[in-house]
T-cell receptor
Framework: ETGVTQTPRHLVMGMTNKKSLKCEQHLGHNAMYWYKQSAKKPLELMFVYNFKEQTENNSVPSRFSPECPNSSHLFLHLHTLQPEDSALYLC??????????????FGPGTRLTVL | AQSVTQLDSHVSVSEGTPVLLRCNYS??????LFWYVQHPNKGLQLLLK??????LVKGINGFEAEFKKSETSFHLTKPSAHMSDAAEYFC?????????????FGAGTRLFVKA
């Protein structure tokens, strides 16, 4: 196990639902990330948080809303999603963003299906 | 600006034969380079990383990679493939960009291992 947990592991939701993805890291890291991984597309970085502050938002639609209440927890709130949002959502953490050699530790992902 | 190119989207080898997954990068500074592996429906796991020490880096599961600055390459190799090596592999560059350190993922190479 990597020390990064994600819940739920699988989620099926309708386009009018509101749901949240949760990520928790037990590694004492200060940076956390959300990625979207769709079939046959490169890994897409969505959001980056460092010491609870959002440092990167890669033009993600507002129907995805991140929340980082502390350095150990990261949420992704979902509402009025589209079928094309179906993907594997991966959470990762790293020590911080202060140097280039800190590797990221990934959770197992949440497989999201939007009907 | 940083970029990373994985030269093959798919590689197929027979069990017991060598594995070569190719990666080229561009970087304005001294990058750190990583290889991650992702098994189906799992998160990414670090295989190895280069951080300006020895140019030949050994990782887990018998994999290694050589940093060649003159060729801007960081190819991943393994002398003898095992069925359990079948997975997707990502080459990653981390470097100082505008606004701080950035991590760029390659598009991935899917490795198939035939019995």
């Amino acid at each position: 196990e990597t020390g990064v947990t994600q819940t739920p592991r699988h989620l099926v939701m309708g386009m009018t639902n509101k749901k949240s993805l949760k990520c928790e890291q037990h590694l004492g890291h200060n940076a956390m990330y959300w990625y979207k991984q769709s079939a046959k597309k490169p890994l897409e970085l969505m959001f980056v948080y460092n010491f609870k502050e959002q440092t990167e938002n890669n033009s993600v639609p507002s129907r995805f809303s991140p929340e980082c209440p502390n350095s150990s927890h990261l949420f992704l709130h979902l509402h009025t999603l589209q079928p094309e949002d179906s993907a594997l959502y991966l959470c990762a953490s790293s020590q911080d963003l202060d140097n280039s050699y800190n590797e990221q530790f990934f959770g197992p992902g949440t497989r999201l299906t939007v009907l | 600006a940083q970029s990373v190119t994985q030269l093959d989207s798919h590689v197929s080898v027979s069990e017991g034969t060598p594995v070569l997954l190719r990666c080229n990068y561009s970087s304005s500074y001294s990058p750190s380079l990583f290889w991650y592996v992702q098994h189906p429906n799992k998160g990414l796991q670090l295989l190895l990383k280069y951080t300006s020490a020895a140019t030949l880096v050994k990782g887990i599961n018998g994999f290694e990679a050589e940093f060649k600055k003159s060729e801007t390459s960081f190819h991943l190799t393994k002398p003898s493939a095992h069925m359990s090596d079948a997975a997707e592999y990502f080459c990653v560059v981390s470097d100082l960009g505008t606004g701080g350190f950035k991590t760029i993922f390659g598009a991935g190479t899917r490795l198939f291992v035939k019995a």
